[in-house]
Each structure stands twice: as structure tokens, then as C-alpha cells.
């Protein structure tokens, strides 16, 4: 595929198709290329959650529409379709059995993926026009997939964040302009990042070391623009001014804004381009995860967990380099997820366990904030972990999902519901 793209300047950076004081659409000229998608396979770390793989596509419009079964949970008996996944960002997802993708939280911005909702406060819908079985990363108000090797993304796109040539919301996903395979995506907030042939492409708000609004704020980029200077790479998460990702060679590179030791190279100054994370980052890396302010890997043998940035909670007291925790989790690690000034775990055993800030109940053990990973009250069980900005939840060996944190945007399945300090149980009808 050939692009014709505007080279602009704004604030000293050269950027393609971005950079507008004023909601601007600048169109891409394509020639060639395919616009046809399959089932992606497994895969994802971090802020990604990867598929099981070998999944037909669905393309299920409509909430609770075309004759859905309903979801199983306490209060609907059989016959209903189980939740295998759960999702997480500014809204919450689940991949259920029957092969559907389902929302619900705020939409706003189209961000639940169903056309067929209005624009408001609360919405339940089915995604549409993606598989079961893609990767997905889950933004504040957008969301993007991996389907077959091609990235879809849909939601909001005031800065640019869906990759697509225009600043045009989309409630249901729309192909990016990567062509593909895309093995790896990640957002938080405004800005979107994925790995394509071991190169880094990142769209949305741009990552040159400008502070930014959580959503809308920072120079706009509408196309996905190659970050310089790194190849062989394997992993990548975004956080909300700064990116990290894993080589090969299991090194970690960081770039943007380096305010607070984001970039964790011994230093505070901020990068267009990606710097190497300091030789006190423990190796092998095994999962990069990367918050809003800090970014923290589970590295070495054993594996322990090294954060840097804006420590959490203790924000007066950031760190330049890679730093253990004091306290380690109470159990062998088999996931790590980060949110906005928050991280959990998933232990092997079951149990949950989470620490940094305590804002609206995020860290879902009823106290205060916390450097100690605490166990989430009421969970042993759990075999599947999302994190996502504000709340957080957890899939039980039973298809029970439990969630907690922040519910005024409908994160927890109720219409500014109120927040929860301890988990609670999600009921889908």
C-alpha cells in the first residue's frame, strides 16, 4: 500500500497528518492493498489480552438483538452463554462461548462497538464485525482488536486514535491503516501504539514528550507513524504520555515524555525517540506492563517485579530506573496489569493482588493505598485478570465475573453506579 501523506510542522515536530488546532480530517491516499480480515490467533501480554485462537468471525449487531442467548450469572439460569474472557479500559467487555463480544459502560463515544445503541451515559451492546478470538486492548473510550493479522478500532477518535486517516468517531470497529499482520496493540487514553513486523507504529495523541489531557489534548496524529530508531520488537504497552517496549534481546526502550523517571533511563528528560531502559532492569523480561505514569515488568529468575516512574501510591518519590518492589506479591506472578496510578497481579493460586493508589476503591481490598500488593477481598479462584484505567475485574473458575474500583461512567454495569471498595458481583441482563 502507498501513502500520500502531509508532512506538517507543529511546536518543533515533524509529523504526517496531525497537528490541528480544530477537529480536521486529513485523508490518506491509498492505492492497493487488502481490506480482508480472519480469525487472529493467540497471544498478548501486558495491556493485551490474547486471543484462544481458531474462532470463526461474528458479525452480531444489536444489544441483546438476533436471538442472543443471555449471559450466564447468578440471577439467569441455563440456557445462557459463558463469559471465557473479560476485557477492561474505561468500559468493561466479555468474549463469551457463543462467540460474541459483549459491552457495557459509557458510550459516549461509540466506544461499546455496537451501532445500533445511542450516544449515552449507559449503554449494553455486541460488538460488531470482529472476532471472538482477536486480541483486544481496551482505551478510556475506544477500543482497538487484532483480527486475522488486521487491526480494527472503533470508539472515540478526537486526537486521531483510531489510525484511520480522519478524527471521525466510529461505534462500530473500522479497519486501521496498518496493513498488516499486527501481532501487538495497546492504549490507555489518547494515544494507540502496535507492533508490525517487529517495528513499532503509533497513532493518536502524539508521544514527544509533551504533557497532555487525559484524552483530547497534545498534537493529533491520524495516521500511523513508524517510532524510529527500534526494530525486533516483541511487546509494547501505552501509557498516557510515554510508551515502553520489549526487544528481543529482552531489552526494554521507553520514549516521551520522561517527567518522573517515565522513561527509566537514569534521567527525567523526555524523548521522541525510544532511550534504553537502565542496566539495573533484571532479564529475562517476561511481561511489560505499562500505566498511566509508570511502566513495571516481571523480569528475571526468578521473576520479580521492577517498576519505574511515578511510584505508586508514594507520587512525591518517583524512580528513574527499574526498582523492585519492596514487597513482593505473596505467590508465583502469572499475569501483571497496570492502570491509572494502579497495578494487580494474578497469582497462580487464584488470588489477586493489587496496590498503588485507592481512588474510588480500585485496588478492591477496602483500605488504604498501599506499596504491598493486597489481596483483593473474596478472590481465590480467579483464572483470568483485566485491569483497566480506574477499576479492574476478574473472571472465576465458575464464569462469575467480580469486578471493583471506579463505576461512575458504568465500568461496573449500572448507570453511574456507585464505586466499589471491595468486589462485587456482575450481573449481565
Known amino acids: 500500500m502507498k501513502r500520500a501523506c502531509l508532512l506538517v510542522s507543529c511546536s518543533g515536530f515533524a509529523l504526517w497528518a496531525g497537528c490541528f488546532s480544530a477537529p480536521h480530517t486529513f485523508l490518506p491516499v491509498e492505492t492497493g492493498g487488502s481490506s480482508g480480515s480472519a480469525s487472529a490467533g493467540s497471544g498478548g501480554s501486558g495491556g493485551v489480552v490474547g486471543g484462544s485462537g481458531g474462532s470463526a468471525g461474528v458479525d452480531a449487531g444489536g444489544s441483546n438483538g438476533g436471538g442472543q442467548l443471555p449471559v450466564c450469572d447468578v440471577e439467569t439460569p441455563e440456557p445462557c452463554a459463558r463469559v471465557e474472557r473479560i476485557l477492561a479500559g474505561g468500559f468493561t467487555c466479555a468474549v463469551l462461548d457463543d462467540q460474541t463480544v459483549r459491552c457495557f459502560g459509557e458510550n459516549d463515544s461509540g466506544q461499546l462497538g455496537d451501532a445500533s445503541l445511542p450516544s449515552a451515559s449507559f449503554g449494553r451492546g455486541t460488538v460488531s464485525g470482529v472476532s471472538a478470538s482477536a486480541q483486544f486492548s481496551l482505551g478510556q473510550k475506544h477500543a482497538c482488536a ?162 519505574w516512574g511515578s511510584r505508586i501510591p508514594v507520587w512525591d518519590t518517583p524512580t528513574d530506573t527499574p526498582t523492585a518492589l519492596k514487597v513482593q506479591p505473596s505467590g508465583k506472578v502469572v499475569d501483571l496489569q497496570s492502570g491509572y496510578e494502579f497495578a494487580c497481579v494474578l497469582l497462580q493460586d487464584g488470588r489477586v493482588q493489587c496496590w498503588g493508589s485507592s481512588r474510588n476503591g480500585r485496588l478492591g481490598t477496602g483500605g488504604p493505598e498501599t506499596e504491598v500488593p493486597t489481596s483483593v477481598v473474596g478472590i481465590s479462584d480467579a483464572v483470568q485478570l483485566a485491569v483497566g484505567t480506574g477499576h479492574a475485574c476478574a473472571l472465576r473458575e465458575s464464569g462469575e465475573v467480580l469486578c471493583w474500583g471506579g463505576g461512575f461512567f458504568g465500568q461496573l454495569g449500572e448507570a453511574g453506579g456507585p464505586d466499589a471498595v471491595t468486589p462485587i458481583t456482575i450481573t449481565w441482563q
Open 146 to 307: 487484532i483480527d486475522g493479522g488486521r487491526l480494527k478500532c472503533w470508539g472515540r477518535n478526537r486526537v486521531g486514535q483510531l489510525g484511520t486517516g480522519n478524527l471521525s468517531f466510529s461505534p462500530t470497529p473500522v479497519f486501521n491503516l496498518l496493513q498488516g499482520p499486527v501481532s501487538r496493540v495497546s492504549t490507555l487514553y489518547g494515544a494507540t501504539c502496535a507492533v508490525e513486523a517487529g517495528g513499532v507504529w503509533c497513532w493518536g495523541h502524539g508521544l514527544t514528550g509533551q504533557s497532555v489531557s487525559l484524552l483530547d489534548g497534545g498534537i493529533r496524529v491520524v495516521v500511523p507513524l513508524p517510532v524510529q530508531g527500534i526494530d525486533d520488537v516483541v511487546d509494547v504497552g501505552v501509557g498516557l504520555e510515554h510508551a515502553c517496549a520489549v526487544k528481543e534481546d529482552s531489552s526494554v526502550w521507553c520514549w516521551g515524555l520522561g517527567a518522573d523517571g517515565r522513561l527509566g533511563n537514569d534521567a527525567s528528560d523526555s524523548s521522541q525517540t525510544p532511550v534504553r531502559v537502565g542496566s539495573t532492569l533484571s532479564t529475562p523480561v517476561h511481561q511489560l506492563s505499562v500505566g498511566s505514569s509508570h511502566t513495571c515488568v516481571l523480569a528475571g529468575d526468578p521473576a520479580v517485579i521492577e517498576c
